[in-house]
């Protein structure tokens, strides 16, 4: 269980105690119910958090189970229903945790397990499981396609007018992209960057976000304490080489040849804020993002793998895990002076 999971559970958890409050307030006020269990208001909102944590756990697991057939490519008639599937086999055992807690601290009569489950009342819940469900799935698919946190930003408008921040980025992008594209045609070297990018999310251990995906190329980020600590600006980048290698056999077996990236990293101030009417997202603007794609730019011209520039040099505390070499003061396209960058290299 990494960080994501952990907030992926959080989020089920409190979606679904929300959920549950919402249906026991509109089922409850002003309702009697003739031929079902008999619960007030007060005890169903009681029980709404402890369901509430169980289900997000429960259907959270469930969620993660179809992500990982879903990132292997999984047909999608197959994928729906895998995923149906999943949220019935959920909802039986929700419905029988359900039995056992209302028969020991409710009052349900004589009722058995067979009438409990088929009380007839009872299906309207069920479909509200089932869409409460279906929705958090969709949620969870646009918070993916926008990537963690965007579409919640999105939602509070914390960027509806533009501000500044401090921050970190890496441009990462795969050498000898043009020769690959010739060599396995457009469809295989499409399907090559698919993976590539699938083996990318190892980087959410160093607590980067992947801002941007353009063509072969990566842009990920930091706030710049989150990027500092622990030198996780620079270990994301091994993160993911170490990714790939260990997956050479897949992309040998499969492609022919075992992809390998460059990256450029640059620290400073960025506006960042809301943009789009048809089309919404979050965008930075600024030199500082400017400046790590020209530094990325020149990884072919010293033969190095990771470039950064002096001012990210100068904050990061030293490590063990890799050295840096100054290369000098070097023009960079669109800068009037010239910049200092390091090469690192990770230690044997």
């Given at each position: 269980m990494n960080k994501g999971k952990w907030l992926l559970i959080r989020d089920y958890s409190i979606g679904w105690t929300v959920a549950l409050m919402i249906y026991n307030l509109v089922h409850s006020v002003g309702t009697i119910e003739e031929?079902?269990?008999?619960?007030?208001?007060?005890?169903?909102?009681?029980?709404?958090?402890?369901?509430?944590?169980?289900?997000?756990f429960v259907f959270g697991f469930a969620q993660m189970s179809f992500e990982r057939y879903y990132n292997k490519r999984t047909p999608l008639p197959k994928l729906f229903l895998i995923r149906f599937s999943l949220s019935l086999a959920v909802l039986v055992a929700v419905t029988l945790v359900a039995f056992v807690v209302f028969m020991e601290i409710m009052d349900i009569g004589d009722m058995g397990l067979f009438e409990f489950?088929?009380?007839?009342?009872?299906?309207?819940?069920?479909?509200?499981?089932?869409?409460?469900?279906?929705?958090?799935?969709?949620?969870?698919?646009?918070?993916?396609?926008?990537?963690?946190?965007?579409?919640?930003?999105?939602?509070?408008?914390?960027f509806y007018s533009p501000r500044e921040e401090d921050r970190i980025f890496m441009f990462l992008d795969l050498?000898?992209?043009?020769?690959?594209?010739?060599?396995?045609?457009?469809?295989?070297?499409?399907r090559m960057i698919q993976d590539c990018f699938d083996d990318l999310a190892v980087?959410?251990?160093?607590?980067?976000e992947i801002y941007q995906y353009v063509g072969d190329e990566a842009v990920l980020?930091?706030?710049?304490?989150?990027?500092?600590?622990?030198?996780?600006?620079?270990?994301?980048?091994?993160?993911?080489?170490?990714?790939?290698?260990?997956?050479?056999?897949?992309?040998?077996?499969n492609y022919g040849v075992k992809?390998?990236?460059?990256?450029?990293?640059?620290?400073?101030?960025?506006t960042v804020a809301e943009v789009g009417k048809l089309k919404k997202e979050i965008a930075y603007h600024g030199d500082t993002i400017n400046t790590a794609a020209r530094i990325q730019g020149k990884c072919n011209e010293f033969q190095s793998e990771v470039l950064i520039s002096e001012q990210l040099k100068k904050a990061l505390?030293?490590?063990?895990?890799?050295?840096?070499?100054?290369?000098?003061?070097?023009?960079?396209k669109g800068k009037a002076d010239h910049v200092a960058i390091y090469s690192v290299t990770a230690t044997t």
């Open positions: 031929d079902g269990i008999a619960i007030s208001l007060e005890q169903s909102l009681l029980l709404a958090p402890l369901f509430g944590v169980l289900m997000g489950v088929f009380n007839p009342p009872i299906f309207v819940f069920y479909g509200y499981i089932l869409l409460v469900d279906f929705l958090m799935a969709v949620f969870r698919q646009m918070n993916l396609m926008l990537g963690p946190g965007t579409l919640r930003k999105l939602i509070k408008g914390e050498k000898s992209s043009t020769a690959m594209a010739e060599e396995l045609g457009h469809f295989k070297y499409s980087v959410t251990r160093a607590e980067a980020t930091w706030h710049s304490r989150e990027g500092l600590k622990d030198q996780n600006c620079i270990m994301a980048y091994f993160h993911f080489k170490e990714r790939i290698d260990a997956r050479s056999e897949h992309y040998l077996s992809p390998f990236f460059k990256a450029g990293l640059n620290m400073g101030k960025v505390a030293e490590s063990d895990s890799y050295h840096t070499q100054h290369l000098g003061d070097i023009p960079l």
